[in-house]
């Protein structure tokens, strides 16, 4: 249902007595202080790289110092400072790839230098360009430092594969863009369960590589680096243990352009880091559909916290490729500020992706402007999609979220056979709302010292 003015105010009221709002079935929930007690245990077991103390300078290429830190069994591989242009990188167990202050590596436009490599596309295996930076099951992985890495998309780079022949999106999605059919080629192939090894892309595709990608890695740290103009995703591990970013600034407004995507990994610290996309800040992940389901492997044990979100999709996103499932999310002390930013925290998923979405905390967020609301869980994410596979979604728990102005305080749409369970939002205060709340379907939410504040009439929305 959707809430008018009235009932918002009606409901603002209700919720700093500690009642449930109207027209949502409630139930008694866990305090959403409980969970966190549990992440100083997940924090301990999250395990930074062990790197051999020797350097290998940049002398010649970045390929061979770190083809000569493996031979001698790893080590830190220093980037000067400088301009230095480069083909894809793979990197090896126990390498850090560290940039000095000033040194800028670009990364080469043409598809032709990138080779095959086992990756996932939005949630499904495949074989496709390698990520601007891979790695494929090593131990002890770092890139480090206060330089900068540059994709170098643009509109005539990756980007207009989407469709996109300038540095800004287009007015509308472009139904002739390359990527749609190659796109729509390995969903299906996907669905059909085709060998992972003939799912081959690459040359004569139009499927845009990540730019960071470690694959079945344990220990692995992204920490201090600026990073612009990703093709893709830009920081993406995937099927990971023990990962840290932090301290990074992603700068970077092309097409699906998320600044951090965790997918499938297992022990995630995202910390002290500036996002400005032109995708989700952060979206955590498990794979798409059946082939997230063939994989099977949630993304779980993830702690954001000090981070700042600016222009981009959604600020703190569990989904869409959620077949996998998410569980034990925690985030705090983050802020959220732009005209561009969409949502605050948002949950997103459907009856072909399925999955199972518990144990998410939030505490401590600070919203200023956001397009549509502050909190979004939608059980029916691109409502064209529609199967059998009923997504579950349980025990969520805000407090002491803040936010200025956005279209709707709560925005939450449920299911009649997939209720969105223990919902609780506490000591929390959204103002500058213009047009209530939206609540559909099986929702149980209930509140608790919420303060709720309507938008001036005649405020531009």
Same mark, same amino acid.
């Given at each position: ?205 139009? /499927? ?7 694959? $079945?890695?344990?220990? &692995?740290? #992204? *920490?201090?680096?600026? =990073? !612009? @103009? ?53 979206? /955590? ?7 997230? $389901?063939?994989?099977? &492997?949630? #993304? *779980?044990?993830?702690? =954001? !916290? @000090? ?155």
């Amino acid at each position: 249902m959707t809430l008018t003015r009235r009932d918002l105010l009606r409901d603002a009221f209700l919720a700093g007595a500690g009642l449930a709002i109207l027209g949502c079935r409630t139930t008694s929930s866990t305090s959403a202080s409980g969970g966190w007690s549990y992440v100083p245990e997940l924090l301990r077991r999250i395990e930074l790289p062990r790197i051999p103390k020797r350097d290998f300078p940049v002398t010649s290429t970045i390929e061979a110092a770190i083809a000569e830190a493996h031979a001698a069994g790893g080590g830190r591989v220093v980037v000067p400072t400088g301009e230095h242009l480069t083909g894809p990188l793979r990197l090896q167990s126990r390498i850090e790839l560290h940039l000095e202050k000033g040194a800028v590596v670009k990364f080469a436009q043409e598809p032709e230098r990138y080779p095959l490599v086992l990756t996932r596309w939005e949630g499904v295996e495949l074989m496709n360009y390698s990520p601007l930076i891979y790695a494929f099951e090593c131990e002890d992985v770092a890139i480090t430092g206060e330089g900068t890495l540059d994709g170098q998309a643009d509109g005539q780079h990756w980007w207009n594969w989407k469709g996109w022949t300038s540095d800004r999106p287009p007015e509308k999605s472009d139904p002739n863009a390359p990527q749609i059919a190659s796109r729509n080629r390995l969903f299906q192939m996907g669905q059909e369960g085709v060998p992972v090894a003939d799912r081959v892309f690459g040359p004569g595709h139009f /499927l845009r590589p990540s730019f960071i990608e470690p694959y $079945r890695c344990k220990r &692995v740290l #992204v *920490e201090g680096l600026t =990073i !612009r @103009n990703a093709p893709f995703w830009v920081t993406h591990p995937t099927l990971c243990t023990s990962v840290t970013v932090r301290r990074i600034n992603v700068i970077s407004h092309g097409p699906n352009n998320d600044g951090c995507d965790p997918e499938s990994c297992k022990g995630v610290l995202i910390e002290d880091c500036l996002f400005d996309t032109g995708d989700d800040c952060i979206a /955590l992940k498990s794979g798409r559909n059946n082939d997230g $389901r063939r994989v099977n &492997v949630p #993304v *779980e044990d993830v702690v =954001i !916290r @000090n981070c700042r979100m600016q222009m981009g999709h959604g600020g703190i996103t569990i989904g869409s490729e959620i077949s996998g499932g998410a569980r034990n999310v925690f985030a705090e002390n983050c802020r959220l500020d732009s005209p561009e930013l969409e949502r605050g925290l948002r949950l997103k998923t459907n009856t072909v992706r399925g999955g199972i979405i518990e144990n998410v905390y939030a505490r401590d967020i600070e919203i200023l402007n956001v397009q549509l609301a502050p909190i979004e869980i939608d059980l029916r994410y691109e409502p064209p999609e529609s199967g059998p596979f009923l997504p579950i979604v349980r025990n969520i728990h805000v407090e002491r979220m803040r936010s200025a102005k956005s279209r709707y305080g709560l925005y939450i749409r449920g299911l009649e056979n997939a209720p969105v369970r223990g919902v609780s939002v506490r000591d929390s205060a959204f103002r500058g709302v213009r047009d209530g709340h939206v609540i559909e379907g099986a929702v149980d939410v209930s509140l608790n010292g919420l303060t709720v504040e309507m938008a001036e009439k005649g405020e531009k929305k």
